[in-house]
């Protein structure tokens, strides 16, 4: 009923589809969709259906299923949530004229939380809803789930994210309180919900940094730029101006001030049943944590960042977020330039530092001292972490586990396997029952825990293989240097 009902609302509002002949999409999570069960009509083309696994859905053409050319899909502006048509509420927005000092973040919060105490009241109901119940960004993270980053980087990210929340709570609530809210709407943990709610779902839109709720649009599951390009089969498909008009896009989607609607298209072509993943822009997997509160498996854009001694800065102009180690383990073209020009005698860098910064290798022995110093301090860094690769990859494998039913024996060989962190978990959470082991089957609360326990520990095992690719890459150049050239005589 809930789908059916968001569907019925879509229906009257002029949302529109653009799927060429023979084609289907697929976007993301919709809860209590029945399965298996098409669900009317998002516009002239297609329709919502279960799609694979239970947390995806898809909309899909009612005619054949083969190839597209180009799907598009739009919601009109008279849908989406912004606080300019939230503020047509008089009462709300004489209440928000009261509190100017707010952020634009905090006040579209706030009118969410406003909006959600309408109940069925609300003209944004039947999108409401749908919305996730919970969301693992860093500001839902426990000290305990924070710590298991274990990089200090990272921890850091997950106390700064969850103070500054508190903050925007504590200086939000008067407004709420004079909006005269619910009382679990009051509480900090309702605003950790709404603004993880606009953190995570929320599109760009030219006239407010707040961004605006998109129902419908934001259904559509994450591809890393870098994963969704066009292929020349496609170009040449295309007319000239269609050609240009896609290639130059450099986002999945924005807002269309020509058909007032927030626009979206898919950059490659779909066979059925594929799913339409867009970009939500260029993103780590810590940021992707921290802002959507899920991680990738392979993410292009993640990285890590190397503390680098002060000599080493001060020796070339490359800014500090360049310098850094890519996701397949080797050093950023500017941290090997500024390391090449560091392995060179001062008295020489005024005159070969333009081939540093193009790029050129300047000796043998000088690439050999940088990937030494890489190799060395990836090294260094792996050490000083309390786990190795092989733990966590064990770890991991040993919360899955818990997910079943875990007898007290059980329990007591995970706390002799992984001591510490079990411990840990266990005493944050509440399960240390004397001997009668813990209690199952666990709790919405701890599974909820297990769930970004599991994410950080995710999370910190792709880090540490950033860094032991990169020891790998590192030696291995410093081998092919040290052999030389190798000949063959004939």
């Known amino acids: 009923m809930i789908i059916k009902s968001i569907l019925t609302w879509m229906s009257g509002l002029r949302f529109w589809d653009r799927v060429p002949r023979d084609a289907m999409v697929v976007v993301k999570s919709i809860p209590h969709l029945e399965e298996g069960t098409p669900h009317l009509c998002a516009g002239a083309e297609m329709f919502v259906f279960e799609f694979g696994p239970a947390d995806h859905r898809s909309l899909e053409e009612r005619r054949k299923d083969w190839w597209y050319e180009w799907v598009g899909f739009g919601v009109p502006k008279s849908a989406l949530m912004t606080r300019e048509t939230l503020l047509k509420d008089r009462e709300l927005s004489d209440a928000i004229k009261r509190h100017p000092f707010l952020s634009s973040t905090q006040i579209l919060s706030s009118c969410l939380l406003a909006e959600m105490s309408k109940g069925k009241g609300s003209w944004w109901h039947p999108y409401l809803i749908q919305l996730p119940r919970n969301y693992d960004t860093l500001t839902s993270f426990t000290r305990f789930e924070a710590r298991a980053l274990q990089v200090d980087d990272a921890i850091w990210a997950a106390e700064k994210a969850i103070s500054k929340a508190e903050l925007d709570w504590k200086e939000a609530r008067p407004l709420m309180q004079e909006l005269k809210l619910k009382p679990q709407l009051l509480t900090f943990r309702s605003w950790l919900w709404s603004s993880a709610t606009i953190s995570s779902r929320t599109l760009h839109i030219p006239w407010d940094d707040a961004g605006c709720l998109c129902p419908v649009g934001d259904f559509f599951n994450y591809a890393a730029p870098g994963e969704e390009f066009l292929c020349s089969e496609d170009v040449e498909k295309l007319d000239a101006r269609q050609s240009d008009d896609h290639i130059q896009r450099l986002t999945d989607g924005g807002y269309e001030e020509n058909v007032a609607a927030y626009c979206f298209y898919a950059r490659k072509r779909y066979k059925k049943g594929e799913q339409v993943l867009l970009s939500y822009g260029t993103y780590t997997n ?119 039913h875990l007898s007290p024996k059980e329990v007591e060989q995970l706390l002799l396997a992984f001591g510490d962190e079990f411990g840990a978990f266990f005493e944050a959470n509440g399960l240390l029952k004397g001997e009668s082991g813990v209690e199952f089957p666990l709790c919405r609360k701890i599974r909820r825990s297990m769930d970004r326990w599991k994410l950080a520990v995710q999370w910190r095992l792709r880090y540490k293989k950033i860094l032991c690719d990169c020891v790998s890459y590192s030696n291995m150049i410093i081998w092919g240097k040290s052999i030389g050239p190798i000949t063959i005589k004939l």
């Open 286 to 404: 810590l940021e992707l944590l921290e802002h959507y509160g899920f991680l990738l498996n392979a993410n292009p854009n993640n990285k890590v960042f190397l503390s680098l001694e002060p000599d080493i800065h001060s020796t070339s102009s490359w800014p500090k977020d360049s310098l850094y180690i890519e996701q397949d383990g080797k050093p950023s073209f500017a941290l090997v330039s500024a390391l090449r020009l560091w392995a060179t005698p001062p008295n020489k860098r005024k005159s070969i530092g333009h081939l540093a910064y193009s790029g050129s290798q300047l000796s043998a022995e000088n690439e050999i001292s940088v990937m030494r110093w890489t190799a060395n301090n990836c090294r260094l860094i792996l050490e000083k972490l309390p786990t190795a690769i092989e733990d966590d990859t064990l770890l991991l494998q040993a919360i899955e586990k818990m997910q079943d």
